[in-house]
């Protein structure tokens, strides 16, 4: 089992007072497909980065790969979060950075700090990089400055950083949205492709329902920080997408999180290798 949550309740990051989930249950096992679809502020973000430990929990269990990350140490956590990998939807990328060095982020939780500051001087594994870049159609921007590319370049950029980590599971937030439908299809099918050679889990939030319903075999509808359905995709009917995004434009009251303390930890550990 890759992840198990059990009655997850999660804060938002930036509003303390609001439930960003609600009562999540989900098991996810390795080497699964699945897509998260909702209307916008539905909670799949939160879930995401509460997949990749980026964000503790205020009520609940959760284990990622057979260990609760909130109860280990530090070190301990850090080196669960190298397994995972953590892709925003706008990838954090320096400007002034070059692509092949963006790609080549992918290996810092391998590399020693010496060979990591070295890389930025010489990059240690051009080769690597070019061809993580290749499955992208990208390797002709291997020494191009990040400021220079397109956003759907930039995110093609991140998904190559993806190939080039060692993680275990990819967690991809909304990962096709600056891609036209050609390059959507083919990015998908790589990231998929990828996943099912490492027997990797693959989340990813999507708004493209039916490219979902379509590559998908497992999606999870959420709507105001909770699950409405977990289901196969031959059981998504069109009557449940309607209903599930006519829920997202009502208002909900969210109730206040539990008065007992909570702890948000700073995501940028995670996202900075994405």
């Known amino acids: 089992m890759t992840f198990q949550l059990q009655a997850i309740c999660v804060q938002h990051p930036e509003a303390q007072q609001v439930l960003a989930l609600q009562d999540i249950t989900l098991s996810i096992q390795a080497g699964e497909q699945l897509a998260l679809i909702g209307p916008s502020g539905a909670g799949k ?3 995401l980065h509460t997949l990749a430990c980026a964000i503790q929990p205020t009520l609940g269990n959760m284990h990622a790969f057979e260990t609760e990350p909130w109860k280990v140490k530090n070190k301990e956590r850090h080196q669960l979060r190298s397994r995972l990998f953590l892709a925003p939807q706008t990838p954090p990328l320096p400007p002034r950075q070059r692509v092949i060095n963006a790609v080549l ?6 590399w020693s700090t010496w060979k990591a500051l070295c890389s930025l001087i010489k990059p240690a594994e051009p080769l690597l990089a070019y061809e ?19 956003g759907g370049e930039r995110q093609r950029c991140s998904m190559a950083r993806a190939l080039v980590s060692n993680a275990e599971a990819f ?3 909304e990962p096709l949205s600056a891609l036209d439908p050609v390059l959507a299809i083919q990015t998908l ?7 099912r050679q490492r027997q990797a889990v693959l989340v990813c939030s ?4 039916e490219l979902a319903r ?13 699950i409405v359905f977990d289901e196969s995709s031959n059981n998504v009917t069109d009557e449940m997408i309607a209903s599930l995004y006519k829920m997202g434009n009502q208002q909900q009251i969210m109730p206040s999180p539990p008065s007992e303390p909570s702890h948000t930890l700073k995501a940028n550990s995670v996202i900075s290798r994405c």
């Not at 993580?132 to 990208?138: D, Y």
């Open 206 to 209: 999507l708004h493209q329902v």
């Open 45 to 47: 973000t939160s879930l």
């Open 132 to 150: 993580a870049l290749s499955h992208f159609h990208l390797q002709e921007k291997l020494y191009a400055r990040v400021d220079r590319l397109s």
């Open 105 to 110: 982020a992918g290996k810092l939780p391998q």
């Open 189 to 195: 099918n790589v990231l998929q492709t990828e996943a």
């Open 214 to 226: 379509q590559y998908f075999p497992r999606i999870i509808g959420l709507c105001h920080g909770r």
């Open 171 to 173: 967690l991809m937030d």
